[in-house]
């Protein structure tokens, strides 16, 4: 058995930022499923934002507003107030480890204008801040290797737990195969997200479910899972990202009549209106046969920006569009479409990243959860362009403190080791023996269409029943599919098939909790209640397991400082 | 249909690698990481070898095509096709293959961590950001783009024979602290890269420009290490002696001294490297490779001052 005092899950922004903190006084180990510098928080482009006022003059009480209402006052207010206020300091501390910004011309870190942001308080790393940060931090676990151990390519299986605290983790060694039990005294996820439950995404191939799963198998709720961002402007098809950085420097968006659509939906902000606005205001020209050519998508138009600011600000998006489809944004337009990007829900934390178990917020022992994998929530209803990136490495480092104190006063627990690891390996040997007539390519493409069409971007009662009903035949299919790799060594079909089983149960989740929410609010619109109902669901949606299914309970929202208006851009 | 001849190794099963041969309809549009997991997904699950982001930013889909690494994600499958209609899919060079196109990347991320990756800034930070310029910033800004994906260290010339080099990653991450404005450590860094294995050893193959599939343009960075060495004294090396030796040659008299560079390089006092030199200047000698005992300048060799004095200025 391996001993750590901290095992943290995901080695992205929230699980680096996490460690960094831990390492100080414990001993601390990173797992992750692929390397850290491969982890998905490198794809972010845009920006991170804080109220620096480098630009503008601009303050945490607008950072604040900007958030809760482009969450759709869905937002837990304490916390938001405290992840607006640590985020010049956490920024500037990202500065000090080395992290590498664009300038304004006096040296200051540049800023550029998001969409929902009333400032330009974005902080960029040309468009690839993600990708700057994440190396930053990574240099940084390198020089604190003595008290950070990375476990590289290694899988996490299952949560252990006793009663009410958790003691570890079951992980595989994806290079060997070898099943191990690794027992802390403070386990901190930092999972990431489940856009691959969708058929066009920006996510990642391993951005599965398997953090948030691993809590709800061990009977933890799962909060806001409805709640799923689409990005307005995925690579038409591939899903991949063009950021809304694109935007922020004046790209216009054009449907199939070459008209700037967006005067109908969000006239003051235009194409920097919140995403969820962004994206149905394209779906309903695309839905209305206004897309180009009549095809699913509309235009992303840079043209007018010049190739000076283009290659200064944009590099790489230019690229993305030459490499993936031939395009020159320089000289032509980019062809877009909503893409399912960001998880707004998550495993439920209080404000200090302790895992919660029920409505009432009783907290798990011994168990954190940061970042995309997390529901704190600040986001509510709709996360705001370069407000996860701070989330990553505010909630963090916040968690890296709590896993730390409680870690430093306690003892490891009780672990069964035998048990625990048998546990897994007779999962495993289900997998491996399976030798039925399904197509796991089948029912994970089944699955990505069915959520794309039925739980996507506009949603109804009768989409997301025959959405539930098919997700439960895929999952009996599930048990009826075929492995052909029965080796241990790198055994990348068995992972894919353990990531397809979790993704499967998530998808259920969030289709339940989106058939129970009857309004619309944020990224979550049901065409059959097209309006914000506060009366009946001004709350978060618990979901818990159950034999019978998906259960779902209601917590309150914490509301301070700003109470629910009407949301208009 | 296009036939994708794909190195397999699984050493459970197997001590020598193989080549197997599938047949695909490469669907349009599709890159050549969405060929390799149709291969996976419909003809043999077993197929291995990593990938994540599909966005040429994670860096894990690196592989040899066609004898030369890139990215799968990266590109469209039907421009890489050969006049066979034909991909050839091989794993990374330079690193111990672990099952299909997976390598070991372990010496890969021993060299990064051995070149300090990360910023010593000398005194405590200020409380806000420090400052830097966009110009200071312009010079870390491609080195920063690298993606640790193994490109250019899979089609590396040198670390073919000589492992102990540091390799085009690593000397490109180096080059991230050696021109960063905020590090104090750039005269002591640059003092380690020009060890052996460091800089010097580099044969300015350029190979590793032309896998590299983001601007990090490993060649590029070595030469502002190069540079920058040079400008702090850095001299004491037989790679910057080398490079002095060059230069003064060409200053002087338009052409290589062939026999004062071999010199020079080892330098005047070092008795065993100049000791070293005899049994390679013997052999040489005997096959009638020894150039000329006198050297003589170009007869342009005016230009060329004029040339280099124009530079200087």
């Known amino acids: 058995m391996i001993q750590h005092d901290v095992v943290i899950v995901g080695a992205g922004l929230a699980g680096m930022r996490c460690a960094l903190e831990a390492c100080k006084e414990l001993d601390v180990a990173v797992l992750t499923k692929v390397y850290p510098s491969r982890s998905h928080s490198g794809a972010a482009q845009g920006g991170i934002a804080a109220s620096l006022g480098n630009v503008e003059p601009d303050s945490w009480e607008e950072h604040m507003y900007d958030t809760i209402k482009g969450g759709d006052f869905l937002n837990d207010q304490d916390a938001v107030e405290e992840y607006v206020k640590a985020a010049p300091r956490v920024i500037y501390e990202l500065e000090h480890m080395g992290c590498i910004f664009s300038r304004t011309s006096d040296g200051k870190i540049a800023q550029r204008s998001f969409g929902g942001h009333s400032k330009p308080r974005a902080c960029f790393s040309a468009d690839r801040t993600g990708h700057a940060i994440l190396h930053a931090l990574h240099e940084q676990l390198m020089k604190n290797a003595k008290s950070v151990k990375i476990y590289n390519e290694w899988y996490m299986h299952s949560l252990i737990v006793d009663g009410d605290r958790c003691n570890g983790v079951v992980v595989s060694n994806v290079q060997t195969g070898e099943v191990e039990v690794l027992q802390a005294k403070a386990v901190v996820f930092a999972t990431g997200g489940y856009g691959r439950v969708f058929k066009i995404t920006s996510n990642a191939f391993a951005s599965t479910a398997d953090g948030v799963m691993a809590a709800f198998d061990v009977g933890l709720p799962l909060e806001d899972p409805e709640f799923v961002q689409f990005h307005p402007s995925g690579l038409y098809r591939q899903g991949i990202l063009f950021s809304e950085a694109a935007r922020g420097e004046g790209g216009y968006l054009l449907n199939g009549n070459g008209e700037r659509f967006m005067e109908k939906y969000a006239p003051s902000r235009m194409e920097l209106a919140p995403r969820d606005i962004v994206a149905r205001a394209e779906q309903s020209e695309i839905n209305a046969g206004r897309g180009v050519n009549g095809e699913d998508c509309i235009h992303l138009d840079l043209r007018h920006l010049g190739e000076a600011r283009i290659m200064e600000r944009l590099p790489q998006i230019r690229q993305l569009g030459i490499d993936f489809i031939g395009v020159d944004c320089i000289t032509d337009c980019l062809p877009i479409q909503p893409t399912a990007h960001y998880s707004m829900g998550g495993i439920p934390t209080d404000k200090h990243c302790h895992v919660i178990r029920d409505e009432k917020g009783t907290r798990m022992n011994g168990f954190f959860a940061a970042g995309e994998c997390a529901c704190v929530s600040v986001h509510g209803g709709n996360r705001l362009g370069t407000n996860s990136l701070l989330e990553a490495v505010v909630f963090g480092e916040r968690a890296g403190r709590s896993a730390l104190e409680y870690a430093v006063g306690i003892d490891y627990g009780n672990v069964n080791e035998g048990q625990e690891k048998a546990k897994v390996l007779e999962k495993l040997e289900d997998v491996y023996q399976r030798d039925g007539s399904e197509s796991y390519n089948d029912i994970r493409n089944e699955m990505k269409e069915v959520m794309m069409t039925h739980c996507g971007v506009f949603r109804d009662e009768e989409k997301l029943k025959i959405c539930i009903e098919t997700l439960k035949g895929l999952q009996e299919r599930f048990k009826k599919g075929k492995v052909t790799d029965k080796g241990k060594l790198f055994n990348t079909e068995i992972y894919e098939v353990l990531e397809l089983g979790n993704m499967l149960g998530m998808a259920l989740i969030i289709a339940s909790a989106a058939l129970e929410r009857k309004e619309s609010r944020g990224g979550h619109f049901r065409t059959d209640f097209a309006i914000r109902d506060d009366a009946n669901f001004l709350h978060h949606s618990m979901v818990f397991n159950s034999p019978e299914g998906p259960v779902i309970k209601k917590k309150s929202v914490v509301i301070t400082k700003h109470q629910p208006a009407e949301r208009t851009y | ?313």
């Open chain 2, 1 to 313: 249909m296009a036939t994708f001849r794909i190195k397999r190794f699984n050493p459970e099963k197997q001590a020598e690698p193989y080549f197997e041969e599938f047949q695909l309809d490469i669907p349009s549009g599709a890159t050549l990481l969405d060929c390799m997991n149709l291969i996976k997904w419909t003809l043999d699950g077993s197929f291995s070898y990593r990938m994540s982001c599909r966005s040429a930013i994670c860096g894990s889909c690196a592989v040899k095509a066609n004898g030369h690494a890139l990215l799968a994600c990266q590109r469209q499958a039907e421009h890489i096709v050969d006049n066979d209609e034909t991909i050839t899919l091989e794993p990374l060079g330079n690193m111990k293959p672990v099952k299909d196109l997976v390598v070991d990347f372990t010496p890969f991320w021993d060299k990064i961590n051995k070149v300090k990756p990360y910023l010593e800034p000398g005194e405590a930070p200020p409380e806000k950001e420090r400052r830097q310029s966009q110009e200071e910033f312009l010079l870390i800004d491609d080195s920063s783009t690298c993606i640790m994906c193994g490109a250019c260290y899979s089609d590396c010339n040198v670390l073919e024979v000589d492992d102990n080099f540091l390799g085009p990653a690593a000397l490109a991450k180096a080059q991230r602290f050696v021109g960063d404005s905020r590090d104090s450590q750039t005269l002591e860094r640059v003092k380690e890269l020009s060890e052996p294995g460091g800089i010097w050893d580099c044969t300015h193959c350029a190979e590793c420009v032309e896998r590299c599939p983001k601007p990090a343009r490993p060649f590029d960075r070595i030469k502002e290490i190069m540079t920058v060495a040079l400008e702090k004294g850095v001299h004491n090396n037989n790679g910057a002696r080398h490079a002095l030796s060059f230069f003064n040659s060409v200053k002087r008299s338009g052409n290589l001294n062939e026999n004062r560079i071999p010199v020079e390089s080892m330098g005047f006092f070092n008795i065993p490297g100049l000791l070293s030199l005899i049994p390679v200047g013997l052999r040489m000698f005997l096959k009638g490779k020894v150039p000329p005992i006198i050297h003589h300048s170009i007869d342009e060799v005016d230009d060329v001052k004029r040339i280099f004095k124009e530079l200087d200025q």
